[in-house]
């Protein structure tokens, strides 16, 4: 008997994530979900060069900053409680300093670039379609940085704009690089802030609009996050205390899902052996200085240095 309905998803043939892959994670905090994941076990990542961005116009206008290779200066950051901001970056970049933020900036566009033209996979989760433009620029923004609500037009994406974006977004990452593989798939995050039913307006039009543009024959694809969460895990135990977040449990479930789908047979034992050394590096003994811990240490260092030296990328 079963107690749960399962959403078929096929195994990639071509394409596949190993250790030689290189990876750019852009987009909502499922993003950062995934990344920490790819980064723990090793893997070649970069996650939101920029920040945590919800919505696709963010990441749109941040691709084309990259491929312009544009230069952020004073008149595109602000100051406001006691930091300065830009409203194209998350608040983790935002700084006390003017120039050390612009310096991170210019930093990120040209190291993003790189990585841009390099990556062998583009993961873009796409978190809602509810947007702030700012009434003085008329700018749409990627965050709002806690000012004034009254400073601000909240709008709902339609369908079609949102499916232009994405259109735009895969021209432009063609445009550098042809043959990276592009993933999207729509954040379970539940944004309730926004109400309950517009949280569904918005995620229906996120997945009306990704469906018209993926196609697997031009390397485009999509991977169903958002429907495990829904319909595999549907139930509170898999969130956290929030009931808004997919807690540990739904995280690695999803995060189970996706390398079973998306990574090469070889990698997995690498991904072993690296999950032991990592539980070893945090170990903390009782007795650092007996000899059954010296003992393991050499084991470690044993399996560390046959692992890099199989996949030289990798570092501890």
């Given at each position: 008997?079963?107690?749960?309905?399962?959403?078929?998803?096929?195994?990639?043939?071509?394409?596949?994530?190993?250790?030689?892959?290189?990876?750019?994670?852009?987009?909502?905090?499922?993003?950062?979900?995934?990344?920490?994941?790819?980064s723990y076990f090793k893997f070649q990542s970069n996650q939101n060069p920029f920040?945590?961005?919800?919505?696709?116009?963010?990441?749109?206008?941040?691709?084309?900053?990259?491929?312009?290779?544009?230069?952020?200066?004073?008149?595109?950051?602000?100051?406001?409680?006691?930091?300065?901001?830009?409203?194209?970056?998350?608040?983790?970049?935002?700084?006390?300093?003017?120039?050390?933020?612009?310096?991170?900036?210019?930093?990120?566009?040209?190291?993003?670039?790189?990585?841009?033209?390099?990556?062998?996979?583009?993961?873009?989760?796409?978190?809602?379609?509810?947007?702030?433009?700012?009434?003085?620029?008329?700018?749409?923004?990627?965050?709002?940085?806690?000012?004034?609500?009254?400073?601000?037009?909240?709008?709902?994406?339609?369908?079609?704009?949102?499916?232009?974006?994405?259109?735009?977004?895969?021209?432009?990452?063609?445009?550098?690089?042809?043959?990276?593989?592009?993933?999207?798939?729509?954040?379970?995050?539940?944004?309730?802030?926004?109400?309950?039913?517009?949280?569904?307006?918005?995620?229906?039009?996120?997945?009306?609009?990704?469906?018209?543009?993926?196609?697997?024959?031009?390397?485009?694809?999509?991977?169903?996050?958002?429907?495990?969460?829904?319909?595999?895990?549907?139930?509170?135990?898999?969130?956290?205390?929030?009931?808004?977040?997919?807690?540990?449990?739904?995280?690695?479930?999803?995060?189970?899902?996706?390398?079973?789908?998306?990574?090469?047979?070889?990698?997995?034992?690498?991904?072993?052996?690296?999950?032991?050394?990592?539980?070893?590096?945090?170990?903390?003994?009782?007795?650092?200085?007996?000899?059954?811990?010296?003992?393991?240490?050499?084991?470690?260092?044993?399996?560390?240095?046959?692992?890099?030296?199989?996949?030289?990328?990798?570092?501890?």
């Amino acid at each position: 008997m079963k107690f749960q309905t399962e959403i078929p998803i096929q195994k990639q043939s071509k394409n596949l994530i190993d250790y030689q892959s290189k990876i750019l994670l852009l987009g909502s905090c499922f993003s950062e979900n995934i990344g920490n994941k790819l980064s723990y076990f090793k893997f070649q990542s970069n996650q939101n060069p920029f920040g945590i961005l919800f919505h696709p116009k963010a990441i749109e206008r941040l691709i084309t900053k990259v491929i312009n290779q544009e230069t952020y200066t004073e008149k595109d950051i602000f100051f406001h409680n006691e930091r300065w901001h830009c409203f194209d970056a998350h608040s983790s970049l935002s700084s006390s300093d003017k120039d050390e933020l612009l310096n991170s900036l210019n930093s990120v566009i040209q190291q993003t670039y790189k990585s841009l033209k390099n990556v062998s996979h583009i993961i873009i989760t796409l978190g809602t379609s509810w947007i702030y433009r700012e009434i003085a620029s008329d700018t749409i923004v990627a965050n709002c940085h806690k000012i004034p609500q009254k400073n601000f037009l909240k709008e709902l994406l339609s369908v079609q704009e949102i499916t232009e974006t994405l259109d735009a977004i895969n021209t432009l990452i063609r445009a550098i690089n042809p043959k990276a593989s592009i993933i999207y798939t729509v954040s379970p995050v539940r944004h309730i802030k926004d109400g309950f039913i517009e949280n569904k307006q918005s995620k229906s039009h996120i997945l009306a609009s990704i469906h018209s543009v993926v196609e697997p024959r031009k390397n485009i694809h999509y991977f169903p996050s958002y429907e495990i969460m829904m319909d595999e895990l549907r139930d509170y135990r898999f969130y956290n205390e929030d009931m808004i977040h997919p807690n540990s449990t739904a995280i690695n479930y999803i995060w189970e899902k996706f390398i079973q789908t998306w990574f090469s047979e070889e990698s997995f034992q690498t991904m072993k052996e690296v999950d032991t050394i990592q539980k070893g590096l945090t170990h903390r003994p009782f007795n650092p200085n007996s000899e059954a811990h010296q003992t393991f240490l050499k084991k470690l260092n044993k399996k560390i240095a046959k692992t890099r030296s199989n996949h030289p990328n990798i570092t501890f």
